[in-house]
Structure formats: structure tokens, C-alpha cells
């Protein structure tokens, strides 16, 4: 749900929108004075050649195997597009990221799932065990969306010793800058392997540019890379998020402090959350996965009524829990309000 229609639906004008994780901070100063000398009566670079570069440098990955996409989900179509077939099994996390599954069901492939544990963290040795059927694609967000956790490197090195030449692990890492210091970088791990993989990241969270669209991919070789560029439309990143995010990339100093801010917040309404005898996952994202022990429908419409707008979650087994963006410090304060009248009943 957008702001507008929590407005007409609430009554409300001062609504928190903490559903899409978003950044609340917006984004660097940087963005919109670049932004400010664009000339939109021109086409995109289809390369996206400037950003690849700016990207190519930050992450020590050669250009040829960065791929970028009007956000991290059109690089989960290109993918299934360039490498299913048919029948094929491709296997992910429950609870997940829909379009993992999505995309691999247009494609023509048989999805199973792989159920986090009771205590919401990873199942590594039920994942292992999958793998050792090796899928063709092994999709996995580390950091989970929408559950939280992420595989602390113990865990990745044992779902990568059980990866197959027949899989091609796609690693999710979309929320990789929210993580702790003490967690392992996906990207570098991968990249000391002799495996096939994906590495997924986004402008659209730590760096606040959720708007314009604009994720990447890097890829094990560039074979790889150019089966998934053959498989995305012509002029897929408009010309506005290529500046933006090169912009963006040039100010980190921005991100980092609005990162480490959020995550101050992060721990303040875990802990608050806790306080009430509520249980949510430990989160190395900017968000919570909080079960409020009844229906998530309701516990929509009861934030909703308040100007308050959450996921409410659907998948069998957690349609009691919603999901919840770290908003500003005045924004989660209104949602543990809001969170205390709901759990009093």
C-alpha cells in the first residue's frame, strides 16, 4: 500500500510508511545535485558503463561480470531467463522473497522450499541437504527477507562446501550493508570459490534510492554475465537512476552514517518489542519480523486505522506475523504505540 491510499483509507495525512523498507533518511545530498544536470531527452547508456565502473572499483569485480537492472528483481527474471529450462528444480528459503519463487515459476520450474527453523534462522543442514539434490538454482537471502537473520560465516562456509558444479547459488544480498561488522561479506567469500554464483545487491535500502530503481548483479564469470545482459530488455536502467546511483556510490560517508543510525533504531525496537513479550527475529536488516500472535490482516488494519502502514505476512505457517520498516526515531515510537494497544487486545 502507497501513502495515498493509506491517506484515503485512514483519514489520515501524517501517515509512517514502514512496509517497503525504505530508507527514512531519503538519500544523499550528492543524488540530487547530480540529478540536477541531466538531460532526460536523451536515451540511457544500455551499458550502464559509468556505473559499472564506479561499481567495479568499489567491489575489486571486473566490469564484464557486473551486470546492473531496473532494480535487484530484474535481475532475478534475467537470471531465471538465461539459465532454466523446463521442469528443472530450483529451490529457495520459507519464508522468502516471493519473487524468487515467481520468477522461477514463469520460467517453468518446479520450486521447493527450504523452512527456516522454529527459532527463525537459517536451517543450514535442511539447506544442505537440498543442495545435495543440486538444484539448478539455489536462491538464498542472506540477509532473509522477510525473516532477518543472516548466514554468520560458519553457516555460508557450510552451505558452500555442499553448493554442486549443477547449481547456480544466487545469493541475495540486498540488505548486505545493514549487516554487523562481524558478519561475512557474501561477495568476497564467493569470489575466493570455484563456484557458479550470483551475488544480488540494491541501491534501493542502505542508499535511499528505492524511487529510481537501479540493483546489480555480479556474477562468477562472464560467460555468465553476458547470458543474463542477453536476457534484459534494451535501456533497462533509465538515465536518472544510473546518475543517481554513481552519485551515491561517490558519498558513502553518507550511507554509512545513515546505516548506523537505523541500526541504533533497529536495536532500540527489538528490544522494545521484546519488553512486551513479543517475539521477532534477530535482524541484520533495517527491518523487524515480528509475530504479533494474531492474524496479520488485522494487525494491518489496526496500524492502518493509527496512519501506520506494515506488511502484514501471508505465507502458511506465519500469516501471524508482520513485518515492519525502522522508520525514524518519532515513526517507531508511534508503531510501539501502536503495538502495545494491538498485543492489550
Known amino acids: 500500500m502507497n501513502i495515498a491510499a493509506a491517506r484515503r483509507q485512514s483519514g489520515r495525512q501524517d501517515i509512517a510508511a514502514l512496509a517497503s523498507n525504505e530508507n527514512p533518511h531519503g538519500c544523499s545530498p550528492r543524488v540530487a545535485a547530480a540529478l540536477a544536470n541531466l538531460d532526460p531527452s536523451r536515451y540511457s547508456d544500455p551499458g550502464c558503463t559509468a556505473l559499472r565502473a564506479a561499481l567495479s572499483q568499489k567491489l575489486g569485480a571486473s566490469d564484464d561480470r557486473i551486470v546492473v537492472g531496473n532494480g535487484s528483481e530484474e535481475m532475478i527474471a ?3 531467463r538465461a539459465v532454466l529450462s523446463p521442469g528443472v528444480l530450483v529451490a529457495t528459503v520459507c519464508p522468502g522473497f516471493g519473487l524468487h519463487e515467481i ?8 520450486v521447493e522450499k527450504v523452512a527456516m527453523r522454529a527459532d527463525l534462522d537459517f536451517d543450514i543442514r535442511a539447506i544442505v541437504a537440498m543442495l545435495e539434490r543440486a538444484p ?11 525473516v532477518g537473520p543472516a548466514l554468520d560465516r560458519e553457516g555460508l562456509e557450510r552451505v558452500l562446501a555442499a553448493v554442486t558444479p549443477q547449481t547456480l547459488l544466487v545469493l541475495d544480498e540486498a540488505y548486505f550493508e545493514f549487516t554487523d561488522d562481524d558478519m561475512p561479506d557474501g561477495l568476497a567469500t564467493l569470489s575466493a570459490t570455484g563456484l557458479s554464483w550470483v551475488v544480488l545487491r540494491t541501491f534501493s535500502k542502505a542508499y535511499g534510492l528505492a524511487g529510481l530503481r537501479v540493483g546489480y548483479a555480479v556474477m562468477s564469470d562472464v560467460r555468465l554475465a553476458r547470458a543474463v545482459t542477453a536476457a534484459k530488455t534494451p535501456f533497462n536502467v533509465n538515465a536518472a537512476a544510473q546518475v543517481a546511483a554513481v552519485a551515491a556510490l561517490g558519498d558513502e560517508a553518507w550511507m554509512l552514517s545513515s546505516v548506523a543510525a537505523l541500526k541504533l533504531e533497529r536495536a532500540r525496537v527489538f528490544d ?5 513479550g513479543l517475539s521477532s527475529a534477530r535482524s541484520q536488516t533495517n527491518f523487524l519480523f515480528i509475530d504479533v500472535g494474531r492474524d496479520s490482516l488485522a494487525a494491518m488494519e489496526h496500524f492502518l486505522s493509527r496512519g501506520i502502514i506494515v506488511k502484514p505476512w501471508k505465507e502458511k505457517g506465519y500469516d501471524t506475523f508482520i513485518r515492519v520498516t525502522i522508520g525514524t526515531p518519532a515513526e517507531n515510537d508511534r508503531f510501539l ?5 494491538f498485543a492489550k487486545g
Open 103 to 110: 520468477e522461477a515459476l514463469a520460467n517453468g520450474a518446479n
Open 136 to 146: 539448478a538454482i539455489f536462491f538464498l537471502s542472506s540477509p532473509s527477507n522477510p
Open 337 to 341: 504505540d501502536a503495538l502495545r494497544a
Open 78 to 80: 534475467a537470471v531465471c
Open 272 to 276: 522494545a518489542v521484546a519488553a512486551m
